[in-house]
């Protein structure tokens, strides 16, 4: 994909989407919180973290990052693992908003946070206003259910 390419997605509103529809997901992951700030390259490009943050590997292999306020909110540890430990975790089945976009696109993380680029037929999920997320096709049937 080449972000001349692709069309940027600003100020949208998956809540006023009739083609968007809503998800859970469940999946296990491994976690290790950062000892200290980085970044890490996911598919859909750069996650900026900060010490504390957890850098996340799914089921499938990918990587990204995950906010520590955000992780503590999506995510449980497997038993016996105590919450804030290096481990297996959970998704928390939350509602998030979805659509899959028929061509190449972009959108921020979240206001000034990381671009992310999604290839045609990836998915843009909405996990709350402002807060926005790209999982390609076959990870997102594989994960995701429709409420």
């Known amino acids: 994909m080449r972000s001349t390419d692709a069309i940027h997605f600003a100020a949208v509103d998956l809540r006023h989407d009739a083609g968007a529809a809503t998800y859970v997901k469940q999946e296990t992951v491994r976690v290790v919180f950062a000892r200290a700030a980085g970044s890490l390259a996911s598919r859909e490009g750069a996650n900026h973290y900060h010490a504390g943050d957890a850098l996340v590997t799914g089921s499938g292999g990918d990587r990204w990052s995950v906010s520590r306020d955000r992780f503590d909110r999506r995510y449980l540890p497997v038993p016996p693992l105590r ?4 481990g297996d975790y959970c998704s928390v089945a939350l509602p998030v908003l979805a659509r ?4 190449c696109f972009t959108v921020q993380r979240s206001a000034g946070g990381d671009l992310l680029g999604g ?3 990836d998915w843009l999920l909405q996990y709350a206003p402002g807060d926005w ?3 390609e096709d076959a990870k997102f049937r594989r ?3 429709r409420v």
């Open 83 to 86: 919450h804030g430990s290096d």
């Open 100 to 103: 899959q976009i028929p061509h």
């Open 119 to 121: 290839n045609a037929h």
């Open 133 to 135: 997320g790209i999982v």
């Open 143 to 145: 994960l995701y259910q």
